[in-house]
């Protein structure tokens, strides 16, 4: 298998300033990344988890407040990072909430979907070799909620599916040779973070809240941090351009790309 290297990337990743994105950030730091910057909408906490990364690795990471449900935010916070780092290598949407509720849904539609779609195209303009930049890396964060169908969070459900699919058809042939940019999408499962906790709340009607509560309980399915962390590391490592990754139940992560390929070609043949 191909191994990408990284040691001197500079890493964007949003969503970091606690739970899996700061979890990326100290794990690639510790691998030999150059520098990380650190994107959230939480400063005294994002502020924080960059004085603890420079402390252990010697000031390589930066705080930009960023509130990725906002245009004008992502752009502003996009060019900090240029004009601190000069360059970005990899970008990690990880920025993510499950909040279905009438108050909140659309704001959490616009961090799930536009956001991360904003900064994809970003750092797509930035990084493709055809046109004059380095090429790169951007990890999409979508969910098991891609693969399956309950009907408690069905906006997050949409959200995430929308990831896996604009992600695997923007990077379709001949994306990766033209721009040298590969483009990874992994899908977790429930994992030990905030986003699984307060279920009763998530949910766009309170019956179903309350039935999703009962349902699904934490801390029968849900990861690690620390086995999410692995997985994307391992698939940074490894994986392939346009590849769809799953990292379930404390298990060695997946390339289902094949399976979603399949499943996409069966679609495809109804209208030949």
């Not at 691998?31 to 906490?45: R, S």
């Not at 060019?79 to 849904?105: C, E, R, S, Y």
């Not at 009763?200 to 999410?228: R, W």
């Amino acid at each position: 298998m191909a191994q990408w290297d990284i040691k001197d990337k500079t890493f964007l990743i949003t969503g970091a300033a606690s739970g899996l994105g700061a979890g990326f950030a100290e794990s690639f730091l510790r691998h030999g990344a150059k520098n990380v910057a650190i994107l959230d909408i939480a400063e005294e906490l994002g502020a924080a988890t960059a004085e603890r990364l420079n402390t252990a690795h010697g000031n390589k990471a930066v705080f930009i407040k960023c509130d990725v449900s906002k245009e004008e935010d992502i752009a502003r916070a996009f060019d900090a990072v240029l004009a601190h780092f000069k360059q970005i290598d990899v970008i990690i949407n990880n920025a993510g909430a499950m909040a279905d509720a009438p108050d909140t849904w659309r704001t959490a539609a616009d961090v799930n979907w536009q956001g991360l779609v904003s900064f994809t195209l970003k750092g797509v303009q930035h990084m493709r070799k055809d046109e004059g930049g380095a090429g790169g890396t951007i990890i999409n964060i979508s969910s098991i909620a891609a693969l399956t169908r309950v009907p408690f969070v069905p906006i997050y459900e949409g959200s995430k599916i929308a990831v896996l699919h604009f992600s695997q058809s923007l990077a379709m042939d001949p994306f990766y040779e033209d721009t040298g940019i590969r483009v990874l999408t992994i899908c977790f499962g429930g994992t030990d973070t905030p986003i699984m906790q307060n279920l009763e709340t998530k949910s766009y009607h309170p019956k179903l809240g309350k039935m999703f509560a009962a349902v699904i309980v934490p801390d029968e399915i849900c990861q690690k941090v620390e086995s999410a962390v692995t997985a994307l590391v391992e698939m940074f490592k490894i994986g392939t351009p346009r590849s769809i990754w799953l990292s379930i139940d404390n298990k060695p992560v997946r390339d289902i790309t094949p399976v979603i390929d399949r499943v996409f070609k069966d679609f495809e043949n109804l209208f030949v």
